[in-house]
């Protein structure tokens, strides 16, 4: 298995490097370098284009009066997959898969202040129909320190959920993150960048049910969210792809809170075995979800099985990240409760994540390493999971297109396996 494994990432690692790299430069800018411009005269074409194409932007085609712009994208991950069990009963897996298929669509619509974004993931057509719309909301910018969503969006709850899929350090987040995070949900949402971004704020309300559900209660979710950074506007990004000669750093914490339903718990049989179990009612937050830690929670009948109660959630999260020089550390605490309404029954989930890398080649080849530990109830025993992972990146043209690779051991602790997930991994955005 390891050698298909290996043999795997050679032969991609061939057919990407086969590839010429080509950075495409604007017929201006060619000319402003030859000296045949200026640039106020690059600046006088720019203005009159009525389209244009960035890498990692895609096309942008503004109106003629300047008033409406539209950006058009996609974003392709093709990833491939070895799941190598220690178990002898539990058939390991090879495959290869499309993780992300996203189109993107954003710009302004009257004037610059009134932006919108729309993404759609076409992966998600076949298994979860509900969720191929993720982001759609229009944001209005009152002043830098002011700025209302309105519609669908990431909750800003955790430093590594609301950083794009597309910077991540590894193959994907953290399974720590998974099960804490809440999606993408409808709402209202205030921001601010205080002093140039040293200071960020969020504030909002949202439906509750998660993505692209209609809430069936009177109950929704509230989301707050501060973060400082005391060197300078830090964005959200993994790793130093910048090389940044100055030290920047971030320090972050999120809270939310929200009331769900679960469902009475309901007994299947089959030639196995027979089990019961219940889950969260007509919720899409990935909190919830079964690799979320309330989802587990629910299922492993920590609250009512007799019948359906409210359970009032509370989640917390603090975390900090820190870049200098090609190098980054990143870290992130959770803390989740749960409280049934009508059992009384409480959990506490706890769990967090420290990862760091750097570029052994600056701008192009990064190493990289991340601990995580979960435990989704401290009131049961023996339930923790844990991840070692050691992960490389070839960054071909930053972002927009990169190759990565990790390797992954899963710890069970009540079963004491160990299992290995090989993953490598291309991203392309244009």
């Known amino acids: 298995m390891k050698k298909q494994v290996a043999l795997t990432m050679v032969v991609l690692s061939a057919v990407i490097a086969a590839n010429q790299e080509v950075q495409a430069k604007d017929l201006g800018d060619i000319l402003k370098e030859k000296g045949v411009i200026s640039e106020a005269d690059l600046k006088e074409v720019a203005k009159n284009k009525s389209s244009d194409y960035k890498q990692g932007k895609g096309f942008t085609f503004t109106s003629a009066d300047e008033k409406f712009q539209l950006q058009l994208g996609t974003a392709l991950q093709v990833q491939y997959e070895l799941d190598d069990y220690e178990n002898p009963a539990t058939q390991d897996v090879s495959l290869f898969k499309l993780r992300r298929v996203k189109t993107l669509l954003g710009g302004y619509a009257f004037t610059k202040d009134l932006t919108y974004n729309i993404s759609y993931n076409w992966t998600n057509l076949a298994s979860s129909p509900n969720k191929a719309i993720e982001t759609a909301n229009v944001k209005y910018r009152l002043m830098d320190e002011a700025q209302i969503m309105v519609g669908q969006e990431k909750v800003q709850f955790a430093r590594q959920w609301i950083t794009s899929f597309a910077s991540q350090q590894f193959v994907d987040g ?84 929200n009331t769900v339903k679960t469902l009475k718990a309901t007994t299947y049989t089959d030639t196995a075995a027979t089990t019961t179990y219940a889950s969260v009612d007509n919720n899409n937050s990935s909190f919830a979800g079964s690799t979320g830690w309330l989802g587990m929670a629910v299922k492993n009948k920590a609250f009512s099985t007799t019948a359906v109660e409210d359970v009032k959630v509370e989640s917390f999260e603090a975390d900090l990240a820190f870049k200098w020089l090609g190098a980054s550390l ?52 023996n339930d923790m999971l844990s991840e070692a992972q050691g992960g490389v990146n070839y960054f071909f043209s930053g972002h927009n297109m990169k190759l990565q690779a990790d390797v992954t051991n899963r710890h069970t602790y009540k079963s004491q396996e160990d299992d290995w997930i090989y993953r490598a991994q291309m991203q392309i955005l244009f």
Do not use: C
């Open 174 to 257: 953290s399974f720590v993150r998974n099960a804490f995070h809440m999606g993408w949900d409808a709402g209202v949402n205030l921001h601010g960048d205080i002093m140039k971004g040293i200071i960020k704020y969020d504030a909002g309300i949202f439906s509750g049910a998660g993505q692209n559900l209609t809430n069936k209660t009177n109950d929704n979710a509230y989301n707050f969210r501060l973060s400082v950074d005391p060197l300078g506007n830090m964005k959200y990004g993994e790793g130093d792809l910048e090389n940044s000669a100055k030290p920047q750093f971030s320090v972050g914490s999120s809270y939310y809170m």
């Open 330 to 381: 990143q870290s992130e605490y959770f803390w989740g409760h749960g409280e049934g309404q009508v059992s009384n029954k409480k959990v506490i989930a706890v769990g967090a994540y420290v990862q760091a890398g750097y570029f052994v080649i600056p701008q192009r080849l990064e190493v990289a390493m991340r601990y995580a530990w979960l435990d989704p109830n401290r009131y049961a025993k």
